[in-house]
């Protein structure tokens, strides 16, 4: 994958050189670790041809968001594609990341090389994780006992319905569903695929959604074939409200806390990034994926940076598009709260060097709703003011990777 978006070799001319910066030192064994993996000549080949791709896409980016950002920041289209095309030869940073990294801004461009792609992730992932059992993070049903188990408030499972058919009700349970509004999804699932809201009909008793009313009977009947269709896990949890602070931030789906945290080489706990994740829409999650908003958090103040989108990441938005809520600039009351929940969950597993957790201001308080180990760095990065080649992470990966080689040899 790293190389459909970047050149897989590191030509002599990339200012990209093991200087011994932390983040330098990292693109480099990124770069060790894909000629290792991949065929020589498919790379080579590749490689040649990047310059030619980082063009074609330089000019097709600029075409979709240039003329917004040309606008709102001053920046002509002509510039912002040379911008593109000169960060993608130079520091192999492909025109993919360019808006979302905010670079047509000078700030951001200034400190391009800081950055880390999240392709650069995805390509380090295996090696940053082997012989770490994720499933205790990315299995909700693990995850939910573990946090049960160390005391961190998390969503309540209902129910689960197993993909052989069988139906698995918490010890005690009345074998039955709560009467309220119930959310679907899979346990081991990422980026909302599958998830569904149902509202509850308490006059007619029954779950309703998309048009669709079931009672309970034939609600599991409905759930039991959802799992099987899959062949994945359902669970079935109570779908929860924000807060009157964050609901203003949401048309009705569960707005929640990106928060990715770490444990250091010394054992120390912090955080990296967070930020505010938000549906516009009639979206039932508030995957940036399926087409939310995020909009950055300052670590110290809780303060909201302006929101962007995935899909339009040129355009800043300081109010919420379709609640007309302030967000740039909205100190969050509740995010000391978040911090500590955060921190006490990264240290409620401590085998997992870095997690991006997703946390719920409710209007009952804070509320886990899942962890993630692939959490990427677009989302990460796309609303700070530091990139990450700036913190600790670069030497949080380097320590592990060299761990994991000496263990080796």
Same mark, same amino acid.
């Given at each position: ?10 030509f002599p001319?990339l200012r990209?050189?093991?200087d011994g910066?932390?983040?330098n030192r990292?693109? *480099? ?10 065929v ?9 041809l ?13 075409f979709?968001?240039?003329? $917004?950002?040309e606008?709102d920041f001053?920046?002509?289209?002509w510039?912002?594609?040379?911008? !593109?095309f000169?960060?993608a ?5 492909s025109p993919?990341?360019?808006?979302k990294?905010?670079?047509y ?6 400190r391009a090389?800081?950055?880390?792609q999240?392709?650069e992730?995805?390509?380090?992932y295996q ?9 205790i993070i ?8 573990? *946090? ?10 209902e129910?689960v ?6 139906i ?9 569903f709560p009467?309220?509004?119930l959310?679907?999804?899979y $346990?081991?699932s990422?980026l ?10 308490a006059a007619a ?7 669709i009313?079931?009672?309970e009977?034939?609600?599991i009947?409905y759930?039991v ?6 062949r994945?896990p359902?669970?079935?949890q109570?779908?929860?409200v924000?807060s ?5 931030? $949401?048309t009705?789906?569960?707005?929640t806390?990106?928060v990715v945290?770490y ?8 955080i ?5 994740k !938000? ?5 039932e999650v ?6 939310g ?9 809780g ?5 962007s ?7 800043l938005?300081p ?10 600039g909205?100190r969050?009351? *509740?995010?000391q709260e978040v911090?500590?929940?955060s ?5 409620a597993?401590p ?13 009952q308080?804070?509320v !886990? ?12 990065q796309?609303?700070i ?5 700036e913190t600790?992470?670069?030497?949080l ?5 060299e761990?994991k080689s000496?263990?080796?040899?």
């Amino acid at each position: 994958m790293f190389s459909n978006y970047c050149s897989p070799v590191r030509f002599p001319w990339l200012r990209i050189k093991d200087d011994g910066t932390p983040v330098n030192r990292l693109h *480099c064994l990124i770069y060790d670790l894909q000629w290792k993996r991949g065929v020589k000549a498919k790379l080579l080949l590749k490689a040649v041809l990047w310059p030619l791709k980082a063009f074609l896409m330089a000019f097709h980016d600029a075409f979709l968001y240039g003329l $917004t950002v040309e606008r709102d920041f001053g920046i002509s289209r002509w510039k912002q594609w040379w911008r !593109m095309f000169y960060l993608a030869n130079f520091y192999n940073l492909s025109p993919y990341v360019f808006y979302k990294f905010g670079f047509y801004k000078d700030s951001h461009y200034a400190r391009a090389a800081a950055f880390i792609q999240h392709i650069e992730m995805d390509a380090m992932y295996q090696a940053l994780f082997s012989g770490v059992d994720n499933g205790i993070i990315d299995d909700k049903l693990r995850f939910y006992a573990r *946090c049960r188990e160390r005391g961190i408030p998390v969503l309540f499972v209902e129910v689960v319905f197993q993909d052989d058919g069988r139906i698995e009700w918490p010890a005690g349970a009345a074998k039955s569903f709560p009467l309220c509004d119930l959310f679907l999804k899979y $346990t081991n699932s990422s980026l909302g695929v599958g998830a569904e809201a149902w509202k509850y009909d308490a006059a007619a008793r029954t779950w309703q959604r998309d048009g669709i009313s079931l009672d309970e009977r034939l609600f599991i009947a409905y759930c039991v074939k959802k799992s099987r269709a899959e062949r994945k896990p359902v669970l079935v949890q109570r779908r929860l409200v924000n807060s009157p602070e964050i609901v203003q931030f $949401t048309t009705g789906a569960l707005s929640t806390f990106r928060v990715v945290t770490y444990v250091g080489p010394d054992g120390k706990i912090g955080i990296l990034s967070a930020g505010l994740k !938000m549906p516009v829409g009639a979206m039932e999650v508030d995957n940036s994926r399926a087409g939310g908003i995020v909009a950055g958090i300052e670590l110290e103040t809780g303060v909201l940076m302006p929101a962007s989108s995935r899909s339009f990441p040129g355009q800043l938005m300081p109010q919420h598009p379709d609640t007309g809520a302030t967000i740039s600039g909205h100190r969050l009351s *509740c995010w000391q709260e978040v911090r500590v929940l955060s921190l006490k969950a990264q240290a409620a597993f401590p085998e997992i060097w870095s997690v991006g957790w997703d946390i719920a201001m409710t209007d009952q308080g804070l509320v !886990m709703i899942e962890g993630n180990t692939d959490y990427g760095l677009l989302l990460a990065q796309r609303c700070i003011t530091q990139p990450l080649g700036e913190t600790i992470f670069p030497t949080l990966c380097l320590n592990i990777l060299e761990k994991k080689s000496c263990a080796r040899s």
